[in-house]
């Protein structure tokens, strides 16, 4: 096999989908398609059911599968180690980041780095806190960026920034009058648009919840949606509450779309995660050096909190 066959396997099975796996490694689906035809025939395997137009992966499938990963990741890493004999002029760094970092936090971090470092190819995935965890650890992604707190021992993780949650409502909620609210009028006076299992957003707010005496499972949870665009669209449309981070509901509050209640959170950490046991490459420790100096042009930070970087090694 080659490692375009396996790049193609792992494409495919993640999706579990041809032509959206050809559209992200840029192939034509019947290229990918005969990829993975060639693979079953010459092992005499099958890797995927076909059931009418969709494809799911067979039991041999799934167990090849984390091997296929493994295998891949060790050829990005002797990639990466022999593009440092380039000086960073050519090369390619694979990132993964939670929603709230990959949209507002990151980006211009990233073309600042391009913009120095033009050779290098950025391949940035977004998830939730709990899908780039994952790929850190299983090697797909060099670096990654959460919202939070995880238990990873493997993983280095260092504070980059400081970002404020807000609870925010429709201007006709009663909670748009002003008043101040306790922890017990969250729990009690109104229904919740949440983020799904998994992202950083709903775990900091759930564990702010319970610092403050109530339970996350009293929160009466009116709908749950994969983005933060799609939670703020709801609310909007809607008489429930969230809890956001600032920067996703910074146009909507400013556009009188929704209003802040008057509540306040705790300020959540944006953390760097890298591999304690793998070689961190030159363009990743680069880019981890100039996240210490970008620290303080993020325009969200909570009362310039983000100065004070600790980490855990």
């Known amino acids: 096999m080659t490692f375009e066959q396996l790049a193609i396997f792992v494409a495919v099975a993640e999706r579990e989908h041809l032509t959206n796996a050809a ?9 990918v398609s005969s990829a993975i035809k060639n693979l079953e025939a010459y092992y005499g395997v099958e890797l995927f059911h076909r059931v009418g137009r969709r494809i799911e992966l067979t039991e041999t499938g799934r167990s090849f599968l984390g091997e296929a990963k493994a295998t891949l990741a060790r050829v ?5 180690m022999l593009s440092e004999l380039g000086g960073l002029q050519r090369g390619r760094l694979s990132l993964y980041a939670s929603q709230t970092i990959a949209s507002y936090w990151l980006p211009p971090l990233l073309m600042r780095f391009q913009r120095d470092y033009p050779g290098i190819e950025l391949d940035l995935t977004i998830g939730n806190t709990r899908t780039v965890t994952e790929a850190v650890i299983d090697g797909a992604a060099e670096l990654g960026f959460i919202e939070g707190e995880v238990d990873a021992p493997a993983l280095s993780m260092k504070i980059v920034a ?49 610092k403050l005496g109530a339970s996350p499972r009293d929160l009466k949870i009116a709908l749950v949606l994969p983005s933060n665009e799609a939670v703020l669209s709801a609310v909007c449309a809607g008489q429930s509450a969230a809890a956001i981070s600032s920067a996703a509901a910074k146009a909507y509050l400013g556009q009188g779309l929704l209003v802040q209640s008057a509540f306040d959170l705790p300020a959540r950490s944006f953390r760097l995660l890298r591999h304690k046991e793998r070689h961190a490459s030159k363009a990743a420790q680069t880019l981890e050096t100039m996240c210490k100096s970008y620290r303080k042009y993020a325009s969200f930070e909570a009362d310039g909190k983000g100065e004070g970087a600790g980490e855990n090694s």
Do not use: C, K, Y
């Open 23 to 31: 559209e992200a490694i840029h192939l034509t689906p019947s290229a």
């Open 76 to 80: 990005r890493s002797a990639e990466l």
């Open 162 to 210: 400081q970002d404020a949650l807000v609870v925010v409502i429709p201007p006709h909620h009663p909670w748009a009058d002003g008043r101040q609210l306790s922890i017990t009028d969250l729990v009690t006076d109104t229904s919740w648009v949440m983020r799904e299992e998994g992202s950083g957003t709903r775990s900091e707010f759930e564990n702010a919840v319970a």
